[in-house]
């Protein structure tokens, strides 16, 4: 049907005065829009702007076609901006926010959905804020259909990115409301939730209100779920947790059995999990008690089990986790002694300067054992170091610094005993 014109004859038929023949049309294109091809063909008809303009129309199923279609296509950054462009927002926000259509669970969903994809442009977000986007958004967390509360969650998440929406939630009541929604099981609503409570934990005073409502051992409960987008999302939000508890090293020892069941996500096989447990493992071993628990499930062997990953988003966190996972008894001759060491030298020729702030970190740790020291060397690791050393970034200046001072100490020493 695409291929024969379909979409041109659509978006003739949007130009219809026969509210019938619209009504079909529109069907039509909420039906197609799910597919790609279909999204970037709507965009190239200019019917984004008719769907907006039939938002602001009287007939509801109308409204819940054109909202919807608005939803699968806001996946598009163009779309997202288009929607912005013709007005959109605020028919959108008109209809997630009058209670006459809060009834209508279809209109609903569609509209908060459309809401929520359009939010994922920075954009969006700011021009809903002057709409108090927030406000309403909270205040829908009270609907008990679990496909409005994933679109709202969702949304809530997009704008939280913005610190001022983070303490807009928490003085509207949406964190007491986002916690309580954790005991659910729908796994989609779970994984927007757990990204706002992450997002709302960058905040102090949010933390603060998380940790009271025993917010953090419900999300670190997550990590148990099945869908390995919840796991992610659970573990992601628990790095901002740990990173802003007021006892952080308290607060986790006090979750029985946590320490092991986040250790042993290290054995899973999506990288996102293994990224974000990764990146929660980092700021785990900080605290030297709690290195010490992790040390004993066997943090180590399943570090180094990875280090031959290509993901520069999953090499970033490994090697954070191993940097901070180092200063605990012999663990630095063990990632050695398992073979840790050379693979992570080839981190150093990623292409993005995060990986090379956290691979010197670990190199610069996993160097004050001079066996490794001595791999390092082998390993070619002295030409980029040389290079990193002249960053302008410091933490990746003095662990490059720190690394290059351990070879050389241990070559001055090697040279040393030679002349005796």
Request: hydrophobic residues 40%.
């Amino acid at each position: 049907m695409r291929r024969a014109g379909l979409v041109s004859i659509l978006a003739r038929f949007l130009t219809s005065v026969h509210e019938e023949i619209l009504l079909y049309t529109l069907g039509t294109i909420d039906e197609c829009s799910s597919q790609r091809n279909y999204q970037l063909d709507i965009q190239s008809e200019a019917m984004i702007g008719d769907m907006v303009r039939f938002l602001s129309i009287e007939n509801p199923l109308l409204k819940k076609h054109c909202a919807s279609a608005i939803y699968k296509c806001a996946e598009d950054d163009k779309t997202r901006r288009l929607v912005r462009e013709f007005g959109g927002l605020e028919p959108l926000l008109g209809l997630i926010s009058d209670e006459n259509n809060h009834e209508d669970k279809a209109l609903l969903s569609a509209a908060t959905g459309a809401v929520w994809k359009s939010a994922k442009c920075l954009d969006n977000v700011r021009k809903l804020d002057q709409l108090d986007v927030i406000n309403i958004l909270v205040q829908l967390l009270k609907d008990e259909d679990e496909q409005v509360l994933k679109n709202v969650a969702g949304a809530l998440a997009e704008c939280a990115k913005l610190p001022h929406n983070r303490e807009n939630i928490c003085k509207s009541g949406g964190i007491k409301a986002l916690v309580g929604l954790l005991t659910l099981t729908n796994k989609e609503l779970l994984e927007n939730v757990t990204k706002v409570l992450g997002e709302c934990a960058n905040e102090m005073e949010c933390m603060t209100k998380i940790e009271e409502l025993d917010g953090v051992r419900l999300i670190w409960s997550l990590l148990k779920n099945k869908s390995t987008k919840v796991q992610a999302s659970a573990a992601w939000a628990l790095v901002p947790c740990i990173q802003n508890s007021t006892d952080c090293g308290e607060m986790v020892r006090s979750l029985v059995g946590g320490l092991e069941l986040i250790v042993s996500l290290l054995k899973s096989k999506d990288k996102y999990v293994l990224a974000s447990v990764c990146a929660a493992l980092a700021h785990i071993a900080q605290d030297r008690d709690n290195l010490a628990v992790i040390t004993d499930h066997g943090v180590v062997p399943l570090l180094c089990s990875l280090v031959n990953a290509e993901e520069d988003n999953l090499r970033e966190h490994l090697a954070l986790a191993i940097a901070h996972c180092c200063k605990w008894g012999n663990n630095c001759f063990e990632f050695g002694r398992l073979g840790a060491v050379a693979p992570l030298v080839t981190y150093m020729s990623s292409q993005e300067p995060r990986v090379h702030r956290s691979t010197a970190l670990a190199l610069n740790n996993i160097s004050q054992d001079p066996f490794n020291c001595v791999t390092l060397h082998h390993s070619g690791v002295v030409p980029f170091l040389l290079q990193t050393i002249s960053s302008s970034n410091e933490s990746l200046q003095d662990a490059s610094a720190g690394c290059l001072s351990n070879i050389r100490k241990l070559a001055l020493a090697v040279d040393h005993l030679s002349r005796l």
